[in-house]
């Protein structure tokens, strides 16, 4: 009989030890410690991402003041009125909640759009007043500076988006691709112009609007059609 019940107990164990490993909501605390680690690591990925694009901002900065292009230093603006869309993806992991991560989420995918209805109206703008771009060496740089800063940015932010399910961390890594396309438009426009084409600015900056467009709304089935526990879908 003692056997028995040690046996009982020792099979019991065995189970509760299973339910752990395997996420079986046996104990609250366990899923407590999930969430935990789950959010440090979004909240990690989150803060390397800005500490990435803060370097990009700052390198931008400095080529600014060299050069005072007003191009550069709109792009620059750009970047890091972006950049702010971090803060609501943060607050989200550091609340642990599945909901807030949807709505930060929603809230990128605001912010993209918006990004593509500013571009589209500096496009029509070009279109019909065409401004001369100077410093186009430069501005080529600066450009790819925010491309590749941008892109890195984007990379670690989705990665750990799929890795996590989460919809705000992939739709923010598509907001840093965003910008990073807008950074590669100004160094397309630069090659553009200097090989004697004028309206390689507007025609760039309405591809790219295109291009963000497109990234708004599969960005916005992802978060919408994303829930708890369940992988990420990206479209």
């Given at each position: 009989m003692h056997d028995e019940h040690d046996d009982h107990g020792h099979h019991q164990g065995e189970r509760h030890a299973k339910g752990h490993r395997d996420g079986e909501p046996g104990h609250s605390h366990g899923l407590v410690d999930r969430s935990i680690v789950r959010s440090r690591a979004g909240l990690r990925a989150v803060m390397l991402s800005l500490g990435i694009l803060g370097v990009t901002?700052?390198?931008?900065?400095?080529?600014?003041?060299l050069t005072g292009s007003v191009a550069l230093l709109a792009d620059l603006i750009h970047n890091i009125g972006d950049a702010a869309t971090a803060i609501p993806v943060g607050v989200a992991f550091l609340l642990r909640s599945f909901r807030a991560e949807k709505i930060a989420g929603l809230f990128v995918v605001l912010a993209i759009f918006v990004s593509a209805c500013v571009a589209l109206y500096a496009t029509i703008l070009r279109?019909?007043?065409p401004q001369p771009l100077s410093h186009l060496g430069v501005l080529a740089a600066a450009g790819m500076i925010g491309f590749v800063g941008n892109e890195i940015a984007a990379q670690v932010r989705l990665r750990a988006g799929r890795r996590l399910?989460?919809?705000?961390?992939?739709?923010?890594?598509?907001?840093?691709?965003?910008?990073?396309?807008?950074?590669?438009?100004?160094?397309?426009?630069a090659f553009g112009v200097a090989l004697g084409f004028e309206l390689a600015d507007p025609i760039v900056g309405l591809a790219i609007t295109l291009v963000i467009l497109k990234i708004t709304w599969d960005s916005w089935r992802t978060v919408r059609d994303t829930e708890p526990g369940a992988p990420a879908h990206e479209h």
């Open positions: 901002a700052l390198v931008q900065a400095a080529i600014f003041v279109f019909i007043d399910s989460s919809p705000a961390l992939i739709a923010d890594g598509n907001h840093a691709r965003v910008d990073g396309y807008v950074s590669l438009g100004v160094v397309i426009s």
